[in-house]
């Protein structure tokens, strides 16, 4: 155990350095530009902006240095200790049984010097972590993880031969992940931009001749602008995709479940399954249909992590799952499917309310653009047999204290826990639902992480209510 | 169904939130005779602060203080509330990090408090107590919930 304080690998210094400069990108970038362009193209402005440029490398690297200078860390019984800066002190400690994880992560530059980032994983911390040692040679990482598996469960037991359970993620499957990825969340912005550049371009068009005249080109245009930019968002979120689970494997060390993942960055994160309260299974759009899923995992203490980090594995078959989990976390492993729906009479309440609002917005829409064409009309079915799938996929099980909760939101997810995990859980009811004898039953395993069915008959939700309780011991 | 929760709000919750109710009506008073010339409609617009006043005033924190109940058992925290969405709520004593109360200054007005308490999947709130039952409630769900720190 070492408590002598030491420095970081001098690796550290262009890490740094890189960290700095990343910051400091758009103020040399506006720099730069206005030195180059604001006085024409000429040898002179070229020159200062080159002096600019040199001048933000070297000030970062000078940053970097110092950084690295005033920054020690060390570890003894009482935790991991980390100190930095000389204007601005800053002095952390974490107790050894606060620290939840050491994950190490390796970017271009790490990589280049062959060391490591530590991203000292607290319940508090944020995604980055409480404490971040940017770089970090080999052996002093095996002194770190020796310090904290010496105080808390030991990583790896003897026998380094003996094989562990492991699944690898195939360049195949990791391609069809990337592809059914369907990330909305990029694409709908880019949908928003194009329609308000659409609207603009009318806008401009104020003379009603020129309209007319331009209307057929300029709409197959903006038509085909929206579509490139729809094929490079989704482009860009399959690459995304792709190189955050290159490589991606998961594999069941103990008490540990180890997730490497990254091409550019590998990132390595230990999460200790006890803090796993949960896993669940999501099936996207572009997934259900062919019978595959994401594994994610519910973990306490990881809330502000990104999604990817809450990846148990980017792509399953469904009929793959229970094995799976068999093998790298019996504790939770469960059959997501055979589950107890929500009653037949219970399915309207389902559709009702989804074909209602889609026919108000419908309806208005066709009333505010004064469409040719009834087109916002469908909005009303489309999202009736959403109501219905939402019905379809409702359910829930609950079996030798293992809680399975089924429901869907565009994407099929399925919660795996088992009872005694729970935050908590609530039963509610609205005044029609009383009065029709039905009840919606929720839990939570930790901060998102949360799980809802709607509409069981009420006897059964109360008594499922009643079967979550902690048992008095 | 096991049996309601025992316990009700402080009696002065319900003038707590009549005087929110209050505070709330104000304010669409305000707005509403700002934009009023504004607004097709006219004069109907002015209905909004006297339903405002109804809901809020009126109705809704005697209903919602009716509904209110809450328990602490020794291994389990259960709520019951809502006005229109009636909730009951169970907690794990196993599951609670650690408790406060607070007191916001219409709160102390009324010498209420209100009990906050967290888990991992986030903050839990019995609000509108007497202050020393805050006091009480807090204390005895932090002696409760001293069992071996696993989140």
């Known amino acids: 155990m070492s408590s002598e304080p030491s420095k970081l690998h001098p690796a550290a210094i262009a890490v740094l350095a890189l960290n700095t400069l990343r910051e400091a990108a758009l103020p040399i970038l506006v720099l730069l530009g206005t030195a180059v362009l604001g006085s024409g193209l000429d040898t002179g402005a070229l020159r200062r902006g080159l002096l600019y440029l040199v001048v933000g490398v070297a000030g970062a690297s000078l940053a970097g240095l110092v950084r690295w200078l005033s920054t020690r860390y060390s570890v003894d019984e009482h935790g991991i200790h980390f100190r930095s800066g000389y204007l601005r002190r800053k002095a952390t400690t974490v107790p050894l049984n606060r620290i939840q994880g050491l994950d190490t992560v390796a970017g271009p530059v790490q990589r280049l010097f062959g060391v490591v980032a530590v991203h000292v994983q607290t319940a508090g911390g944020g995604a980055k972590g409480e404490i971040v040692l940017e770089a970090v040679g080999p052996e002093a990482v095996e002194r770190l993880r020796a310090a904290v598996g010496a105080h808390g469960p030991a990583p790896t037991e003897a026998a380094p031969e003996r094989a562990l359970p492991e699944r690898r993620l195939s360049r195949r499957d990791g391609l069809i992940a990337a592809v059914t990825a369907g990330q909305l969340g990029i694409i709908l912005p880019v949908v928003a931009a194009g329609t308000q550049l659409f609207s603009q371009a009318f806008d401009d068009e104020s003379d009603l001749e020129g309209a007319t005249r331009l209307l057929p080109d300029s709409l197959v245009g903006w038509e085909l602008a929206l579509a490139a930019l729809l094929v490079a968002a989704w482009g860009l979120s399959v690459a995304g995709s792709l190189v955050a689970f290159a490589g991606f494997t998961v594999t069941r060390d103990g008490d540990r479940l180890r997730i490497r993942r990254g091409l550019l960055q590998r990132s390595e994160t230990a999460v200790p399954v006890r803090r796993i309260h949960g896993v669940r299974v999501v099936e996207g759009l572009l997934r259900r249909p062919f019978g595959l899923a994401a594994l994610r995992v519910e973990v306490a203490g990881y809330a502000a992590e990104a999604s990817a980090a809450r990846t148990l594995f980017p792509l399953v078959r469904r009929k793959d799952i229970e094995p799976f989990l068999a093998a790298l976390l019996p504790e939770l492993a469960d059959d997501p499917g055979d589950l107890a729906p929500p009653p037949r009479r219970a399915a309207r309440r389902y559709i009702l309310p989804k074909t209602l609002a889609g026919a108000v917005l419908g309806g208005a829409a066709c009333l505010l653009v004064g469409a040719i064409a009834p087109w916002p009309l469908l909005l009303a079915p489309l999202l009736a047999l959403d109501g219905w799938l939402d019905y379809r996929a409702a359910g829930w099980r609950l079996r030798d204290g293992r809680l399975v909760m089924a429901s869907r939101q565009l994407a099929w997810s399925t919660l795996l826990t088992p009872a005694a995990r729970l935050q908590e859980h609530a039963i509610a009811q609205n005044p029609l639902q009383r009065r029709a004898q039905l009840a919606d039953v929720a839990v939570a395993v930790g901060k998102g992480g949360r799980a809802r069915v709607r509409h069981l008959e009420a006897p059964v939700a109360a008594e499922l209510w009643e079967r979550l309780r902690p048992r008095v011991s | ?151």
């Open chain 2, 1 to 151: 169904m096991p049996p309601e929760p025992a316990h009700r709000l402080a009696p002065g919750a319900r003038w707590l939130w009549r005087l929110q109710g209050l505070i709330a009506t104000a304010v669409v008073v305000a707005a509403t005779s700002a934009a009023q010339s504004e607004l097709p409609g006219g004069r109907v617009w002015l209905l909004l602060p006297v339903a405002v006043l109804a809901i809020g005033v009126g109705a809704v924190p005697e209903l919602r203080w009716r509904r209110w109940r809450y328990e602490v058992r020794d291994e389990e925290i259960d709520l019951r509330h809502g006005t229109i969405w009636v909730t009951r709520t169970l907690v794990p004593m196993l599951r609670v990090q650690h408790v406060d109360t607070t007191r916001g200054p219409l709160e102390q007005l009324f010498g209420l408090a209100t009990v906050s308490v967290h888990s991992a999947a986030g903050a839990t709130t019995i609000p509108a107590l007497e202050d020393a039952d805050a006091a009480q409630l807090r204390d005895r769900i932090a002696a409760l919930a001293r069992t071996p720190d696993e989140l």
